[in-house]
Every structure is written in structure tokens, then in C-alpha cells.
């Protein structure tokens, strides 16, 4: 079974540019987690989708951060304009409805701002 | 809010030492707990968890008891293997009912490192 699928792995920008992250979950998870890993840090929640639905975007920086999960499957979170403060490993998870503790994670993408 | 903390680290190892990684919690309810575990260059993996109080999670040799009295949830294997190097998130999710529930949050990391 293929597991939590990410692309790119890694990304140099410059500030000011927009960039854009793609995740395809296990195939049959409904929850798809965008996360924020800090270097040093656990991994924060920016936004949780129940099939297509975001149900919890509260941390979500909405002046500048975006995510659709249009049909329900694969997703895409994008940042425009990208800051300094950006610079982070980006993480996608999906879990089943029935267990949405059990997580499983894609690698992440490292995106560094410059 | 809830939180978790880890103990500091890195924390480096010989083959065959044991091992303690120690996690505590603050959360309101009855909130799942968990380690993750993220070997290098691959994604997190789920290693345990446990549900309810004195509980005990286990898996590869790792163990964790899910003590509420003291708001801990600490990692332990007898002894480890230089495959076991390896950064290890201590987690917690509130329980089934919580507006949150499913909702992960990780304590900062634990870098283990083990020599043969």
C-alpha cells in the first residue's frame, strides 16, 4: 500500500514568491492534516479536511496561507507572498474517519525562503 | 489549552543501554496518548499509544505507560539498537466527544542517537 504521498521534497524561493505543495493521501482516508514543522519544533496544525470539507482551520495564517482539497482526495496548500518566517518543513497526513488519531505522515517538503 | 514537553535532549546511547524519554502532559478531559517516531529522511510513524489510564502501549520493544496521576507518558525500551536512532515525538489527542478530537499535538522532539 503506498503511503502519504508529497511533492516537491524540497523548495528555495525567494521572498515575495508564491509557492504551492501538493499531498495525495492513503487512498481511502477521509482526514487529510496540513502540518508545520519548525526546526526543533513538533509539528503544529495549520488545517484539517473531512473529505473536502476544512473543519478545523483555526491556525491556519489566512492572510497569506491557502488550501483546497477540491474532490475530496489529494490536496494543495499554497503560500503567496512567502516570507522569511516561512522557511519550515511542511507535512501532510491522512488518517481514517474511524481512527483520526492514528495519523500516518508523509516525508514533508523543506521549503526554504531566501 | 493542552500542551506537551519532552524531556531535553539530544539524548546519545551505547548498544544495549536502556532507555527513558520522558514526556508529560497538560490537557482537560481524558486525552489519548501517543508516540510517534521519525527515522531520518522518512515520514512520522505512529510507534504506541494508549487510550486510558494505566494503559500500557508497546511496540518494538518500546513501552509507555499512560500514567493520569502524574500527567506523564514516558518512553522506555530495555535496549536499544543503533536502527533505533531516530527523533521521537511524544503526543496527545483529546478523547472522542472533545472539540478537538483527532487533533495532534506534539510535544518538541527527542533526538536519539545510539553507538554500536
Known amino acids: 500500500e503506498a503511503g502519504v504521498v508529497q511533492s516537491p521534497r524540497y523548495k528555495i524561493i525567494e521572498k515575495k514568491q508564491p509557492v504551492a505543495f501538493w499531498c495525495n493521501p492513503i487512498?481511502?482516508?477521509?482526514?487529510l492534516y496540513w502540518y508545520l514543522q519548525n526546526l526543533g519544533q513538533g509539528p503544529e496544525l495549520l488545517i484539517r479536511?473531512?473529505?473536502?470539507?476544512?473543519?478545523?482551520d483555526s491556525q491556519l495564517p489566512k492572510d497569506r496561507f491557502s488550501a483546497e482539497r477540491l474532490k475530496g482526495v489529494d490536496s494543495t496548500l499554497k503560500i503567496q507572498p512567502a516570507e522569511l518566517g516561512d522557511s519550515a518543513v511542511y507535512l501532510c497526513?491522512?488518517?481514517?474517519?474511524?481512527?483520526?488519531?492514528?495519523?500516518?505522515f508523509g516525508p514533508g517538503t523543506r521549503l526554504t525562503v531566501t | 489549552g493542552n500542551s506537551v514537553t519532552q524531556m531535553e535532549g539530544p539524548v546519545t546511547l551505547s548498544e544495549e543501554a536502556f532507555l527513558t524519554i520522558n514526556c508529560t502532559y497538560t490537557?482537560?478531559?481524558?486525552?489519548?496518548l501517543f508516540w510517534y517516531v521519525q527515522y531520518p529522511g522518512e515520514g512520522l510513524q505512529l510507534l504506541l499509544k494508549?487510550?486510558?489510564?494505566?494503559d500500557k502501549g508497546s511496540n518494538k520493544g518500546f513501552e509507555a505507560t499512560y500514567r493520569k496521576e502524574t500527567t506523564s507518558f514516558h518512553l522506555e525500551k530495555g535496549s536499544v539498537q543503533v536502527s533505533d536512532s531516530a527523533v521521537y515525538f511524544c503526543a496527545l489527542s483529546e478523547g472522542a466527544g472533545g472539540t478537538s478530537y483527532g487533533k495532534l499535538t506534539f510535544g518538541q522532539g527527542t533526538i536519539l542517537t545510539v553507538h554500536p
Open positions: 479536511y473531512e473529505n473536502e470539507e476544512a473543519v478545523d
Open positions: 497526513a491522512s488518517s481514517s474517519s474511524f481512527k483520526p488519531y492514528e495519523q500516518y
Open positions: 487512498s481511502g482516508h477521509n482526514t
Open positions: 494508549a487510550t486510558k489510564a494505566d
Open positions: 490537557a482537560t478531559g481524558y486525552p489519548s
